[in-house]
């Protein structure tokens, strides 16, 4: 039965391993299950699985040892709170908020797959459920382990770069085709995502993106619905962004190009850094360029002296640390490396960019979700007349 008062604090146990209940066993489900029984997440254990298809159950039976249960509904998981002390959702993201409230009402704690759902409001949702239950809460945002996105981190937390004066952001590493798109009724649809690649694709660069520099006072999106597909939702985005400190920011994504770029590039007053894949090249001026350009006596730049180094960061997922982080702030208090508070953001930033596009005008920031339900349930609509559904 669901709690009817908030439980107490976590750790709410001694034990020493955090018992899980996958809840979707698609492709990214599968792995996470597989990388569970093989002990690749010491202090978390896989208790019980959630499996809709006879496909699934059929894998689920010939891969995973007999005592993790296999459930055909998310009901059924839910009918058993005593088998697993949280809850990993992987599941087509409409559903994120509903499963994640209802976990977080049985006192579960919750790991989320990108996104928090389909708009604001389901993050909003899920956020106040984790808060009102005092439940731990973390979004699977992986990139932030990978060792170039945390040496960008690192050098912007320094100040090293003095003042941030302009960010140029670019991902075509997202490549679909008609057949992933086709993959299932609830891909790249209004009434089954919510958008395309920014709601789904693009939820890692742009939390990358406000974990970087923050979100943004203003948002303007330039979005291209359906220029490489015959749909109704998004396979390229530009958007521009103004902050209150004067830096301005363009980021650009991409699904429909097919060779792979992953750049960016920060202009600060001290320095400039620059990212092509895991290759991190940070430029470092002799003197802050703002203060150059007021007090110099020359006319031009040579007055100043720049010094150039090259890091190379290789990319590691980063699945398994993702899931022993979780683990471990439940068990010990241990810091999240991506709280699922984080998950409102990303997501804001591409409703923005969608509310945006259709008004055709600049969004302040925080955005109205209520105006942003509403355009998006006309979205919704129009597909199902097309498509010929209700």
Known sequence: MPLTTPPTPFPSSGSTCLSIALIGTGSMGRQYAEML????????????????????????RETLPEEIAVCSTAEEVYACPDRYEAVLIVTPHSSHSELAEKAFALGKHVFCDKPSGMSVRDAEKMNQAAARWNRKFAMMFHQRLYARNRRIKEI??????????R???KSTEPYRTSAYHSSGGWRSSWNGE?????????????????????????????????KYNDFMVDDEARILMRYESGMSGSFFLSTGEARSQESLEIVGSRGTLSVDRDAVTLCRYSQDSLEYGRDSRYSTREGLRFEESVEVCPT???????????????????????PGEEGYKALELANSAYLSAWTRRPIVLPLDAR????ELRKRMEEERQERGTT
């Open 167 to 169: 960010v140029s952001m």
């Open 194 to 226: 919510g958008g395309g690649a920014l709601i789904n694709q693009g939820q890692h660069p742009l939390d990358l993106w406000q974990w970087f520099f923050g979100m943004p006072q203003e948002v303007y999106g330039d979005v291209a619905f359906g």
């Open 371 to 374: 105006i942003y339900e509403e």
């Open 37 to 60: 029984i093989k002990n690749a997440v010491p202090h978390m254990k896989l208790t019980t699985v959630c499996c809709r298809s006879d496909q699934a159950r059929t894998w689920a």
């Open 156 to 165: 912007l937390d320094s100040k090293e770069l003095g003042k941030i004066l």
């Open 316 to 338: 590691k997922k980063d699945y398994e640390q993702m899931l022993e982080n979780f683990a471990m702030a439940v068990l010990q208090g241990t810091p999240l490396i991506a």
